[in-house]
């Protein structure tokens, strides 16, 4: 396997500003792992730093074997979709995605045969001799796609390069990428700030938090078992309550939500007072009032067609809910109970 791309305390700084600070983590060949954060969390510097096309203040950047801190863009072995797609407007599809190759030692023809497969891989064999404005914006994220991987680099890097499609389209794109990446085995780096995006298409995801990394895992991982509450929140979405742990055992905590006694996960917490993330899906609301139950009052509903979200008063606080009962809509104002699922709560150790 071996590391395509590794980072040793790597600090961006401009002036007094640090743009990333003290970031060291590795990326495996052949996988797909992305960037994740906020606006101004650092990660678009973080790519742009393995790119090239910024150079790091402290630290060091190796790709595969070699250390390339002080290599210029040029000479890295790297490939970067841009979220703008950047192609050239006055020339055509195969020109575009040609374009690279022809600062290459390669023959016209083999350029030619090269670009043609590069199409035929994002699946726009019929389009060569269209111009960008002849496409729509999916096929021009394609086009820039094809224009990176005929260049077969070590490592193929995306900014954000689906927030100019629509919602549709963009499922629709990531899941391309995903299978050409999986299927040619590409090392990628993918920056985005939409969580569901990142969960979608990563082998792992590295959360960035104010130029650092908040928590780094696989999807599953950061979404069952944040590390704190920042990433607790910013991935999927989380209602965060007080939480009382009782006793241990084993693996396990008994603890005491608002007067709910549940077992869970105890992440080496130790017995008193925790922060408790619960996902909305994990609230399970009931028409009746149980008297074992904790009760609610409705403030907010929203028909989302397949769900409906709420928002509750509780004697934990308020808490957002997501429904998939679509028999019966509760009205805001209306009392309800709920209990938690058991799958969907996790407790914060850094709070």
């Known amino acids: 396997m071996g590391k395509a791309v590794e980072f040793k305390n790597v600090t961006k700084a401009y002036g ?16 797909l792992v992305t960037l994740l954060g906020p606006s101004g969390c650092g990660k ?13 203040t402290e630290g060091n950047v190796f790709i595969g074997d070699k250390e390339v801190t002080r290599i210029s863009a040029s000479d890295r072995d790297v490939s970067m979709v841009f979220q703008s797609y950047a192609l050239f407007p006055h020339m055509t599809v195969i020109q575009n995605v040609s374009y690279g190759l022809t600062m290459s030692r390669l023959s016209k023809e083999e350029v030619s045969e090269k670009a043609q497969d590069g199409l035929n891989l994002v699946g726009l064999t019929d389009f060569s001799k269209r111009f960008p404005s002849e496409l729509s914006g999916g096929q021009q994220q394609r086009v820039a796609v094809a224009r990176a991987l005929v260049l077969e680099p ?60 908040a928590q780094e895992g696989t999807p599953r991982q950061l979404y069952e078992e944040p590390e704190n509450l920042f990433v607790s929140d910013f991935i999927g979405d989380a209602n965060l309550v007080k939480a009382k742990i009782l006793s241990i055992e084993n693996d396990e905590a008994e603890v005491n939500i608002g007067g709910i006694i549940l077992k869970l996960p105890h992440r080496g917490m130790p017995v008193g007072e925790v922060d408790l993330a619960i996902r909305p899906q994990a609230i399970s609301l009931n028409h009746a009032i149980k008297k074992d139950d904790l009760s609610a009052t409705i403030l907010k509903a929203s028909y989302l067609g397949d769900h409906i979200e709420y928002t509750l008063e509780s004697t934990l606080g308020e808490l957002f809910v997501i429904d998939n009962q679509m028999e019966k809509q509760f009205e805001p104002g209306s009392m309800v109970s709920f209990i938690f699922r058991k799958h969907g709560l996790s407790m914060i150790p850094e709070s």
Not at 16 to 31: N, P, Q, W, Y
């Open 154 to 213: 070590e490592v193929l890097l995306f900014d954000e390069p689906l927030s100019n499609l629509d919602a549709k389209l963009r499922r629709r794109v990531r899941e391309e990428i995903r299978e050409l990446q999986q299927e040619l085995g590409l090392t990628t780096v993918y920056v985005t700030h939409d969580q569901e995006e990142a969960l979608a298409v990563s082998d792992r995801i590295i959360v960035m938090n104010d130029a650092i990394i």
């Open 16 to 31: 007094e500003v640090k743009a990333v600070r003290d970031l060291s983590f590795t990326i495996d060949h052949g996988k």
């Open 44 to 56: 678009t510097t973080t790519l742009r730093l393995i790119a090239g096309l910024e150079m790091v």
